[in-house]
């Protein structure tokens, strides 16, 4: 217990002595903060989700609406090729 007691001591003399390190202890936070708190959300919306619905099913399409009702995604629906 002594030598952590003396570990602590020796470093709060240093964290006094060094001007520096004071004004970075206290004002690095201050910045962080602020700029965690200027920046824009990290919520995904209108993320377009291409769908092509085999089953074609009443479950399946209420699986789908259930996705189209939410903001996150934009259902784009997928259109088979008109191949011969």
Do not use: C
């Not at 092509?52 to 189209?68: A, M, V």
């Amino acid at each position: 217990m002594k030598k952590i007691l003396a570990q602590a001591k020796k470093e709060w003399r240093l964290f006094r002595r060094d001007k520096l390190l004071i004004v970075l202890a206290v004002l690095m936070p201050l910045v962080l903060m602020s700029l965690a708190g200027g920046t824009q959300s990290l919520r995904l919306r209108n993320v377009r989700l291409l769908v092509y619905d085999e089953d074609n099913t009443p479950l399946s399409r209420t699986y789908l609406e259930t996705y189209g009702a939410a903001l996150t995604f934009r259902i784009t629906p997928h259109e088979p090729d008109e191949s011969p």
